[in-house]
């Protein structure tokens, strides 16, 4: 570990929690949240990193992770508070954080106590934005922001480019969003499907 890095991991506990950390006490830290949009900085930071870097452009997006060094030293950035990533070069990188982001969140942004309505009927538009409605305001807000991004790789000649469809990004993305308060594997692993299906949903929706 380099002297710097060791600088970043020392810098990390002073800092608000952003990995990990609930999603209210993030948007209600001035030093985390954007005020103008209400948004988590790192949210729009690392989205923001993933177009400019070409990610539209980069085949596999989402599916294929970045460099694990890359990945740690810039998640190590993100927690100091910094914000210069002239570092990264591959979107793969904030690909990859993103997903982490949203894994890592003490509490899944659709909240367990509507996982069943979502998976009951994963394919029905109405339920799954009337899912929405019911969710806290700060987590919908973080959602509709990430639908429409996503949504926003869905364009025929993006999808050309990415090979990566409304269905590889529901995949990649539902044990993100949800997650199963069953600790029972069989239940979990025959639940995905319905995971996949309701981010599906939820894409189309924002895509049409």
């Not at 740690?72 to 591959?90: K, N, P, Y």
């Not at 991004?149 to 993305?173: H, I, W, Y």
């Not at 044990?175 to 594997?185: E, F, H």
Request: charged share 20%; aromatic share 6%.
């Amino acid at each position: 570990m380099s002297a710097s890095e060791l600088q970043l991991v020392m810098t990390v506990p002073s800092q608000p929690l952003v990995f990990g950390g609930q999603l209210d006490e993030i948007v209600g830290c001035t030093d985390l949240v954007n005020c103008h949009t209400g948004l988590p900085r790192v949210l729009e930071q690392l989205t923001t990193l993933i177009v400019s870097l070409g990610g539209d452009r980069t085949e596999g997006l989402f599916r294929v992770p970045g460099d694990s060094d890359a990945v740690a030293l810039t998640r190590l950035r993100i927690e100091a508070g910094q914000t210069d990533f002239s570092h990264v070069h591959d979107p793969n990188v904030p690909a990859s954080l993103l997903k982490e982001w949203l894994r890592d969140l003490a509490e899944p942004l659709v909240p367990e106590s509507l996982y069943e309505q979502c998976v009951s009927a994963p394919d029905d538009p109405a339920t799954a934005l009337g899912v929405m409605s019911l969710m806290p305001e700060s987590s919908m807000h973080v959602l509709k922001f990430l639908m429409r991004f996503l949504a926003g790789l869905l364009l025929p000649d993006v999808q050309e480019r990415t090979k990566m469809g409304a269905s590889n990004l529901a995949l990649v993305f539902g044990p993100s969003l949800l997650r199963n308060p069953a600790s029972d594997l069989k239940n979990a692993f025959a639940s995905s499907s319905g995971e996949q299906a309701f981010v599906m949903t939820l894409l189309a929706s924002f895509a049409s």
